[in-house]
């Protein structure tokens, strides 16, 4: 989860005041040429404030150059021009995510007058918000969720692309068996054989996405 927002500096603060102060707000203001060293502050601090990891797939980039990251608004900039610079709608993303998350709704509710603070406003896993590991499981490359904010990051973000492109088989996000098997395993409801015999063939899916790199 991320700990530390983002502290514009006096320049950038002056640029988000202007901004926020206007009657009516665009988000192609994002692109301007007045706004790029404000989205590299924003890109290097959530960067090192994530760790290198991207705030849905959790997969590690080992770059702080622009082309491999994205600035992530959680809630669209599209649609939501008013939270372009809030510090708490802002992460850092990977390409592939950022692309497949787009600009679907994230609010769990009607569309909220002043930024929502609490995790339950949001449909999707919140950086800000939510801790990742209580909500998804990432075994390598294969993604299951342990809430419906973990499920709709999986569908919306379409995690198990990376299996899906290495295994070549799109499994449809209502294939549930993987999540179950966790469930039942985290309640102790199975012996370890039952779960053994269960995730055996999964292991072998893994381990063979971890010995071949993903191609396109
Ligand atoms: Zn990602």
């Not at 960067?47 to 990251?69: A, N, R």
């Not at 592939?96 to 709704?105: L, M, Q």
């Not at 769990?108 to 449909?123: K, V």
Request: aromatic share 10%; net charge neutral; with cysteine.
């Amino acid at each position: 989860m991320i700990v530390k927002k983002v502290i514009y500096s006096p320049a950038s603060a002056e640029i988000v005041n202007q901004y926020n102060n206007r009657p009516s707000k665009d988000h192609n203001f994002w692109s301007e040429e007045v706004v790029k060293a404000l989205r590299k502050e924003m890109r290097d601090h959530y960067i090192h404030e994530q760790k290198h990891l991207c705030c849905y797939c959790g997969i590690p980039e080992p770059s702080i150059h622009g082309l491999d990251w994205d600035v992530e608004h959680i809630a669209p900039k599209a649609k939501h021009p008013e939270f372009m610079f809030t510090e708490a709608n802002l992460a850092v993303v990977c390409k592939e995510c950022n692309g497949h998350k787009g600009s679907k709704n994230v609010f769990a509710g009607a569309r909220p007058a002043d930024y929502p603070t609490t995790a339950d406003a949001y449909l999707v896993v919140h950086p800000h918000f939510d801790e990742w590991s209580d909500h998804l499981l990432r075994d390598h490359l294969t993604y299951a969720a342990f809430t419906a904010k973990g499920r709709w990051t999986i569908e919306k973000c379409r995690l198990n692309r990376f299996d899906e492109r290495v295994i070549g088989i799109r499994y449809p996000i209502s294939d549930t068996r993987f999540e179950k098997t966790v469930r039942q395993l985290l309640d102790r409801q199975l012996t370890l054989q039952e779960v053994a015999d269960i995730i055996e063939p999964l292991v072998r899916a893994a381990s063979l996405i971890a010995t071949r790199r993903p191609t396109d």
